[in-house]
């Protein structure tokens, strides 16, 4: 899939629950591509294209790990986030991704019929892109509070919640 229907994805989807992270999710909606080249240079050899930094699973624990373990003010479950939208939204292409190490079965959403440049999968991104923006539409009120978020730990930094507060709150998400 191409990267402007990437960075829609990821941007639009990450606007609802947080604004303040969609350059995060951004960086993370083309890093599966990115990271091929990295690896490149890091390693000298040839990366396989849609191989090891595709893998649906590691983006799926990342973003798991940065929900209920840890992280830092949002950065990496934005950036997880944008990773596993790319793969998702890889899957949904006629070559798929692959869903974890060691298994050759390629990972296919929704039958895997699109083509990557076809017009299908602009329809997909800006079909997105339109929803967020409705739900944006209904949620934000004027003083721009987006309820979908709190971000617990930030207000506890912050000396807003007390700790008892915000123990009980950091597992809600929405
Ligand atoms: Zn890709």
Same mark, same amino acid.
């Given at each position: 899939?191409?990267?402007?229907?990437?960075?829609?994805?990821?941007?639009?989807?990450? %606007?609802?629950?947080?604004?303040?992270?969609?350059?995060?999710? =951004? @960086?993370?909606?083309? /890093?599966?591509?990115? $990271?091929?080249? *990295?690896?490149?240079?890091?390693?000298?050899?040839?990366?396989?294209?849609?191989?090891?930094?595709?893998?649906?699973?590691?983006?799926?624990?990342?973003? %798991?790990?940065?929900?209920?373990?840890?992280?830092?003010?949002? =950065? @990496?479950?934005?950036? /997880?986030?944008?990773? $596993?939208?790319? *793969?998702?939204?890889?899957?949904?292409?006629?070559?798929?991704?692959?869903?974890?190490?060691?298994?050759?079965?390629?990972?296919?959403?929704?039958?895997?019929?699109?083509?990557?440049?076809?017009?299908?999968?602009?329809?997909?991104?800006?079909?997105?892109?339109?929803?967020?923006?409705?739900?944006?539409?209904?949620?934000?009120?004027?003083?721009?509070?987006?309820?979908?978020?709190?971000?617990?730990?930030?207000?506890?930094?912050?000396?807003?919640?007390?700790?008892?507060?915000?123990?009980?709150?950091?597992?809600?998400?929405?």
């Amino acid at each position: 899939m191409k990267w402007i229907n990437h960075l829609a994805i990821a941007g639009a989807t990450t %606007a609802v629950v947080n604004p303040v992270l969609v350059p995060v999710a =951004l @960086l993370g909606s083309t /890093a599966p591509d990115w $990271l091929e080249w *990295v690896l490149k240079a890091l390693t000298g050899q040839a990366v396989k294209h849609r191989g090891v930094t595709h893998y649906v699973l590691s983006w799926v624990l990342a973003l %798991a790990f940065a929900l209920l373990l840890w992280d830092f003010h949002g =950065l @990496l479950a934005a950036f /997880a986030w944008g990773g $596993l939208t790319h *793969v998702l939204a890889d899957s949904m292409t006629v070559s798929g991704v692959p869903f974890a190490p060691h298994s050759d079965r390629r990972f296919h959403l929704f039958g895997g019929r699109l083509r990557t440049g076809e017009s299908g999968e602009y329809a997909i991104a800006w079909g997105i892109v339109a929803v967020c923006a409705v739900v944006m539409q209904l949620t934000q009120t004027q003083n721009g509070w987006y309820p979908f978020f709190y971000d617990w730990p930030g207000l506890y930094e912050q000396g807003l919640v007390d700790a008892k507060e915000w123990k009980d709150n950091r597992f809600k998400f929405f």
